[in-house]
């Protein structure tokens, strides 16, 4: 596992949203309400971008076709009859004054 550094503890704040790109991964980092997150840049359901996604509470709607998704652990709150995986969720690493993650 190798770290990627993302970004600086110090440029993270309430209604920060980035997307990355570390080889064929797009991640989304984003702090709300204190929180933050990483997750798939890329709607589970048909691969829309999430960056401009309503957030609210700890859930994330994407903006294609509503579904919703627990931002905390990916699950899928709300669909509609097509079935969908869960949104990918990556554990935050902090190392030194930077937050990134640990891939393989
Ligand atoms: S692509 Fe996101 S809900 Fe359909």
């Given at each position: 596992m190798r770290f990627f550094?993302?970004?600086?503890l110090i440029n993270l704040h309430d209604?920060?949203?980035?997307q990355y790109k570390i080889d064929d991964l797009e991640l989304?980092?984003?702090?709300e309400q204190g929180q933050r997150y990483l997750v798939a840049a890329r709607c589970p359901h048909r691969g829309h971008p999430l960056l401009d996604a309503a957030m609210a509470d700890g859930v994330i709607e994407c903006p294609?076709?509503?579904y919703r998704f627990a931002l905390?652990?990916?699950?899928v709150l709300r669909r509609s009859e097509e079935p969908?995986?869960?949104l990918a969720c990556h554990s935050?690493?902090?190392e030194g004054n930077?937050?990134?993650v640990m891939l393989p």
């Open positions: 550094s993302l970004e600086k209604g920060y949203r980035r989304l980092l984003i702090q294609l076709h509503g905390d652990s990916g699950a969908c995986h869960a935050l690493v902090y930077a937050v990134g």
